[in-house]
Nanobody, 115 residues
Framework: QVQLVESGGGLVQPGGSLRLSCAASGSIFGIPVMGWYRQAPGKQRELVADITSGGRKNYADSVKGRFAISRDTVKNMVYLQMNSLKPEDTAVYYC?????????WGPGTQVTVSS
């Protein structure tokens, strides 16, 4: 089993920044695909960004140039730096660790962008 816990969410004004962190613990072997997803009220969960075991990064078009994903494979953590935040970025943000046969999700952290 793997446990994931997100942190760093909160209320921020439009144009502001937040940094989300996700800490993993438990039975971690090898480097998984690490990702951030979000779900806004009434919408489906969507990929925000992920990073493969080889380090390739992938971003949703809506966040390219504003968000940056990074990781620390020693500490088993993944981060999401979010800049130039917009009201439409408001959502619950979830981290995900995925190996070929195992997928784990964190409980989520709320990000609210509002003036």
């Amino acid at each position: 089993q793997v446990q994931l816990v997100e942190s760093g969410g909160g209320l921020v004004q439009p144009g502001g920044s937040l940094r989300l962190s996700c800490a993993a613990s438990g039975s971690i072997f090898g480097i998984p695909v690490m990702g951030w997803y979000r779900q806004a009220p009434g919408k489906q969960r969507e990929l925000v960004a992920d990073i493969t075991s080889g380090g390739r990064k992938n971003y949703a078009d809506s966040v390219k140039g504003r968000f940056a994903i990074s990781r620390d494979t020693v500490k088993n953590m993944v981060y999401l730096q979010m800049n130039s935040l917009k009201p439409e970025d408001t959502a619950v943000y979830y981290c995900k660790f995925a190996w070929s046969s195992r997928v784990y999700w964190g409980p989520g952290t709320q990000v609210t962008v509002s003036s």
